[in-house]
């Protein structure tokens, strides 16, 4: 599949370290312990490539898988970590700011919150820097085992409608790492982008 013959192939401190932008890239963005390094692992398959940190916001590495066909998974730092100097975390926001506005060769946004905490104020500021290029955002609501069945349906009705404003560009998954439940829909999405 799409997702599972992805390899890792770098890691990277600084943007403009990242490779040509002559193939496509999907990036994957969110708050910090939202869940990204979980659920890129759990969709690449391999455990030991994005590592799931036990000390949110400290490795800030943009980390490359690539693909059979070529495109690239970017995985860009967390955000909002609080721990972390003002000046640092001032920094690392112009980081996404730029690449997510200006970067041509980024086809599609996977946009990770937890179910728990969807569309916090930064999320809504990637979205806000990303939409303008025209191009999808996929939300995955993470760690959705840890809402009931309930919960969890209100979670993506109310996730879908604040976002209705953006129309067909984005749209909104539930997911579990744990439970490994989202991984077709989130291939699918990933799928589409690549063929257009
Ligand atoms: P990141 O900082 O966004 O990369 O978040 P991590 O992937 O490191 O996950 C943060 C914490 O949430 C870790 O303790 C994970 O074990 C936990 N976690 C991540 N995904 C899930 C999930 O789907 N279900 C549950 N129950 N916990 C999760």
Redo the contacts with the bound molecule.
Sequence with gaps: SLFRAARFEISIARPQDLPAPDRAEIAFA?????????????LVGHTRL?F???T??RTQLINIFRMNNGAALVDLP?YGYAKVPESVRKQWVALLEEYLSRRESLIGLIL?MDSRHPLTPLDQQMLNWFAPTGRPIHVLL?????LTRGPAIQTLAKVRKELKAWGDQITVQL?????KQGMDEAEKVVAGWLEH
């Design positions: 969110g708050r910090s312990n939202a869940g990204k390094s979980s659920a890129i692992n759990t994005a799931v940190s036990k949110p916001g967390g990770i993470t760690k959705s085992d840890k997911f579990s790492s744990l439970k």
